[in-house]
């Protein structure tokens, strides 16, 4: 059984959105209770990921070695057509990846207890972000 | 036809544990065996990889590389409740992942020869952690 | 219903190859319209990625960012068997990851319009590279 759905969110410039409701509400309503939950962003300038959820100095943290990672108006890139931040949001992409999949079981998705489902954006601005959830069991 | 498995690996401190055999068995008990076998880790300062089977340096010079992609106690860093390794654990985490899936055929793995599948400690310390295994087809 | 391909693609040293068309194709000979596209790699020393599909100094630019993540011949590494690129190309693979997986709807895959998929070979000679897509659905 497969079903599948199309969100859309709202990013305000660099910095992770939790998407971890959205995903749980389409996982209990789901027609099965076991399976993987598979989440897909439409982009390459934003990304997926798990991190934790309780301290939020910890994606402040991580904003901080994604810029040491991919530093904005790197002089190496020759890519720049859209400003400063556009080559680093591609090279953040790579490392945070396009897609993210989780278990859910009992039809509930079996995250730990410290874990969150983020959107991270990594332009400077913010952007409407397609997401294609597809839940298969 | 999917399967759901819970299993512990006991950690002890920074470094990969491979757990391949335990996830090639349960493939090969699958009741379908062609698919995929998703692994998931419960936890945000550890990870998942895939890399080389054969020399255990290659894994000693991964560790010095996630060392230096996200140090310990690094003055940048504002989190660090649970010490200097914490921040770093999770950055390690963002870098190496949450989940692998691996395609089996024939009731096997189809992993490359050199291919292993294991568990990183990102923390200096070890620990108990839950990985979720998956089996669809 | 999951089907499986063994593919095969030829590398030419460093750089990326776009596969894109060859697993689209897979999906609209699918049996099944809606689902996931999981694309393996089953190598250590190369990797599949999600970039932008239009300007190809985006490819350029995070050549330049491997190297600098994982440099060649980095007098820390242990190992260097089979030379310079060895180890940096085992350090590239745990960035970029051995699997991909994509949502097809419509059974047609549901990139965004700026996605394409690529392998990154992270050796500096060219390589005959296997990969296995699994089509779930």
Redesign the interface.
Known sequence: M?S?FHLTFNTHGRGSVEITADIAALVQNAA?D???A?I?????SCGL????NA?T??R???E??LQR??PDGDP????D?EGNDD?AA??R???????????F?GGQL??????GIYLFEHRTHGHRR?V?V?L??
């Open positions: 497969t599948q099965v076991t399976g993987i598979h897909f962003i439409r982009h390459t990921a798990i991190t934790e301290d100095s910890v402040d943290d991580l901080t070695l990672w991919a190496a890139y020759r890519h057509m080559m591609h090279g992409s790579l490392l945070t990846g396009t897609s993210l999949s989780i278990p079981g079996l995250l730990g207890t410290w874990q397609e294609v597809t298969m069991g």
